[in-house]
Nanobody
């Protein structure tokens, strides 16, 4: 019942970069707002970013503003999360997901996670 395939995680040094990819299985993403979430061991799941489908607007957690960029490539049915200047607080399993309720826009996405995939591990280590 996995809805998404997340990829692009790995091990990087502090200050390094990764680009995460979110691909859908069996349906098109372009009608849906897509959120990125993360969960580190011992911590609650956290909303990281979201991109709407109706106007392309984006939302970011305060902790990642200016460092992460979410984008969508409709021709590849893929949503990306470009992660720059990675910090010690960023390591986690990252998930992309649809949203509950108004599925096409992002307000309140942090509490509206719907279907998600298996996640991809991001590790930051020197």
């Amino acid at each position: 019942q996995v809805q998404f395939v997340e990829s692009g995680g790995g091990l990087v040094q502090p200050g390094g970069s990764l680009r995460l990819s979110c691909g859908a299985s069996g349906f098109s993403l372009d009608a849906y707002a897509i959120g990125w979430f993360r969960q580190a061991p011992g911590k609650e799941r956290e909303g990281v970013s979201c991109i709407s489908s109706n106007d392309g607007s984006t939302d970011y957690a305060d902790s990642v503003k200016g460092r992460f960029t979410i984008s969508r490539d409709k021709t590849k049915n893929t949503v990306y999360l470009q992660m720059n200047s990675l910090k010690p607080e960023d390591p986690a399993v990252y998930y992309c997901a649809t949203l509950l309720g108004a599925y096409y826009h992002c307000p309140g996405y942090e509490t509206r996670i719907g279907s998600w995939g298996q996640g991809t591990q991001v590790t930051v280590s020197s």
